[in-house]
């Protein structure tokens, strides 16, 4: 080894490096926090609007109607819509550990619930995005889980970086829908998370008109499973506007999503 190069561990990270101490200080105490959860599950795409937050809500309902234990955790630090979804109003003080509310039967944790105005928009930065994303991954205390569904951010760059490295998740579903770009920007984040090592579990195609091109363009460029599709249905902003979940309150959402979440979790 030359001279003054400190001690390399596997993949040549430098561990006398003190940004590289720190960093593995926080994802050791990021996977303390998350040592009870058996899988956790990104819900990703690179383009918003596509229903990363609809496809998180309606398959954690859908995973535990199966009879899972299932956890939610909106990761969506710029648009943090999971409380609106579910219709709560919780909001966190300082006090760790945090505990996510049971909103009936899924453990739910947003950083909307550090904001006071959810209506204030939320400018962070590179540093203080990732630094952010830790504090709250380290210190949020999660009991025993068979699934942690994490709404992820939109983008390819900092946030959705900073969460899919923290939380060492083990897979993550795209969502895409029938239009070709929607598809595109499905495909360049596959190729981005799948880069970091990231396994991906499969595309669902949300707001379907039945065609399946959107799927299929994604699993053949990737090389993914199809998990299934969810029809275009204006039932979805109904619901949602009312902070009630889809999958338990309507019969084609719930057979939909039943059939995501058994392919899912290979039942
Ligand atoms: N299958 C669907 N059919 C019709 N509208 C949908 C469907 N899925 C989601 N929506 C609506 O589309 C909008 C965007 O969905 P959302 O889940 O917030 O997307 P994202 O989290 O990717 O930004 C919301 O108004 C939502 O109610
Ligand atoms: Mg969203």
């Given amino acids: ?94 006090s760790y550990p945090l505990k996510p509310v049971d909103v009936n039967g899924v453990k ?54 900073s969460i899919m490295q923290s939380l060492d998740l083990d897979g993550f579903v795209l969502v895409t829908t029938p239009q070709h770009i929607a598809s595109t920007n499905a495909i360049r984040s596959g190729r981005m998370a799948k880069r970091l090592g990231i396994a991906l579990l499969g595309v669902i195609e949300n707001m379907s008109d039945g065609s399946g091109n959107g799927k299929m363009e994604v699993s053949g460029a990737l090389e993914c499973e199809v998990l299934g599709s969810v029809m275009k249905n204006e039932k979805f902003n109904y619901f949602s506007d009312r902070g009630t979940v889809p999958v338990v309150n309507d019969e084609s959402i719930k057979e939909e999503f039943l059939g995501i979440a058994k392919k899912l979790a290979h039942l």
Avoid at 27 to 32: A, D, T
């Fill in 1 to 94: 080894m030359a001279e003054g190069s400190g001690t390399s561990i596997k993949g040549g990270a430098d561990i006398t490096n003190p940004i590289m101490l720190q960093l593995l200080e926080q994802k050791r105490r990021v996977k303390e926090a998350l040592k009870g959860v058996k899988h956790k599950i990104g819900v990703y795409s690179a383009k918003g609007g596509v229903g990363k937050t609809t496809v998180s809500v309606n398959l954690a309902y859908a995973l535990n109607m199966l009879g899972f234990k299932v956890g939610l955790l909106d990761a969506d630090i710029d648009c943090p819509n999971i409380t609106m979804f579910l219709g709560i109003d919780q909001k966190y003080d300082e």
């Fill in 108 to 161: 739910v944790i947003s950083t909307a619930m550090f904001i006071d105005d959810i209506k204030k928009p939320v400018i962070w930065r590179g540093p203080l995005i990732a630094k952010m994303i830790n504090e709250f991954l380290q210190n949020t205390k999660w009991e025993e889980l068979d699934y942690l569904i994490v709404d992820l951010p939109p983008g390819t760059s900092d946030a959705p970086l």
